[in-house]
């Protein structure tokens, strides 16, 4: 089966520049997970989706950051204005089930976001 | 607060050696442990979990409550080991969350 997509693979951006990133889970995973890796650290929840809602986003710096999965399918993470220190790998995830069970997650291959 | 500790971040062993990557964690309510690996220009991926207690490419993994470890071993490394290995730690009960550790990057060398 095809694995998480993700898109773009890299992205150098400014400082107070906007960026999003996309990411197609796996044809009939209900749960998607957005995740920042900094460097030298492990990835890092920021929001979990189940279908088209949203179960945990208690990690996402809400003034800047922001997320949707529509239809509950595809998904989008946006940072608006970006600052330095979100230069980081962004990771999708997805899991087969919803609630219940610690479904194995499913990772896609990343964005590298670079802020100058 | 729930937390997992990886005390390495760096572990080379030569090939045919004893490897153990270790990982403790803090939580107070009924762990789930996972180890997750990524090779070198590889997604990462789940190596194995505490509940199935399997064995996956030779490595084995303990949940120790007592000594709230979920420690990685293989008698026997081999070169194709090298990779990133992360230990994570399931909470938020049926949410399914995961907080990782900061990995360990094993070399093993010829």
């Known amino acids: 089966e095809a694995g998480v997509a993700q898109s773009p693979r890299y992205k150098i951006i400014e400082k107070r520049q906007s960026v999003a990133f996309w990411c197609n889970p796996i044809?009939?995973?209900?749960?998607l997970y957005w995740y920042q890796q900094i460097l030298g650290q492990g990835p890092k929840l920021l929001i979990q989706?189940?279908?088209?809602?949203?179960?945990?986003d208690s990690q996402l710096p809400k003034d800047r950051f922001s997320a949707e999965r529509l239809k509950g399918v595809d998904s989008t993470l946006k940072i608006q204005p970006a600052k330095l220190e979100d230069s980081a790998v962004y990771l999708c995830?997805?899991?087969?089930?919803?609630?219940?069970?610690?479904?194995?997650?499913?990772f896609g291959p990343g964005t590298r976001l670079t802020v100058l | 607060a729930q937390r997992v500790t990886q005390p390495e971040k760096l572990l080379s062993v030569f090939k045919g050696a004893p490897v153990e990557l270790k990982c403790n964690y803090s939580?107070?309510?009924?762990?789930?442990l996972f180890w997750y690996v990524q090779y070198s220009r590889q997604r990462l991926q789940l190596l194995l979990r505490?509940?199935s207690r399997e064995s996956i490419k030779g490595f084995t993994a303990d949940l120790n409550k007592g000594e709230t470890s979920f420690h990685l071993k293989k008698p026997f490394a081999q070169e194709e080991d090298s990779a990133m290995y992360y230990c994570?730690?399931?909470?938020?009960?049926?949410?399914?969350?995961?907080?990782f550790g900061k990995g360990t990057k094993l070399s093993v060398k010829p």
């Open positions: 995830a997805s899991s087969p089930m919803g609630r219940g069970m610690y479904n194995e997650q499913f």
């Open positions: 044809s009939g995973h209900a749960t």
């Open positions: 989706f189940q279908n088209n809602g949203v179960v945990d």
């Open positions: 939580y107070s309510g009924s762990p789930e």
């Open positions: 505490h509940i």
């Open positions: 994570a730690l399931g909470y938020g009960g049926s949410q399914g969350n995961l907080i």
